[in-house]
């Protein structure tokens, strides 16, 4: 039975593996045109792009999306969004059907990659871990984004979650962005992608549907950064709280 699971996970990889690079050359050069645009409307038709191909790809390799929770999005506001991350295929979910152009904080390593590190730095603001200065501009272009009318989509765990808990610790950066641009916060919660593409390795991959649950925003209105530790612990609360109630739920 391993044995056949296997092969079946070879032929999903393949299948997608394949399929990601034809979609990805298609819209390579669309999104090429966009990177020259200026902000705020380089996010916006970059958006419009990613929802299509996004859109067409996840149905094809048989994880389709379905969102929750798009009533909380309010015109003309902007949101500080924090997502679960357990595999990679959390961002290509996650960015399109946030309602509205938004930009993710990316490692700038992923934009050494070739032509997939085009698309990368087109929708990215990219930060160097390595060094004080680069994560201290990554927060300037946090606030200089949401001023712009585009929502953030940060990922407080940091890295992908291997534990058998439902979230890893957070993060502070996500919540000190949100209390000095006084935007609130709104939780979404990712269901299958880990079991999709699990850390234990890729023979263990399968297509599933794939849900994502926006939930009610946060406000920080009147918090300080003296505030940052009780937000935070706010939020994880919410959230895990959410993955584990909503968890049968995302068994399509």
Known sequence: MKFIQKILSGIFIIWALLLFILTMLLVLIPIWVISKLPEPGRAKALHKVFRLWM????PLIFCPVTRKGKKYF????QYVVVINHNAMMD?????????GPNK????????KIPLFGLIYTTGSILVDRKKDSSRRESFARM???LDMGIHLCLYPEGTRNKTDK???????????????????????????????LPHTGLF?????????????????????LENVTE???KVYGIMEQHYISGYKTSKL
């Open 104 to 111: 993710t904080l990316a490692k700038i390593e992923m934009a």
């Open 74 to 77: 309010k015109k003309g506001e």
């Open 55 to 58: 859109g067409v790809y996840l």
């Open 143 to 145: 606030q200089e984004t």
């Open 231 to 233: 937000l935070k612990n």
């Open 166 to 196: 439902p979230l890893q610790p957070f993060y502070d950066g996500a919540f000190i962005t949100a209390i000095k641009s006084q935007k609130d916060i709104i939780p979404g919660i990712i269901f299958n992608t880990g079991k999709i």
């Open 204 to 224: 263990n991959t399968r297509p599933m549907p794939i849900q994502i649950h926006f939930l009610e925003p946060i406000s920080v209105k009147g918090l300080t």
């Open 91 to 99: 961002i290509p979910v996650a960015t399109p059907w946030i309602p």
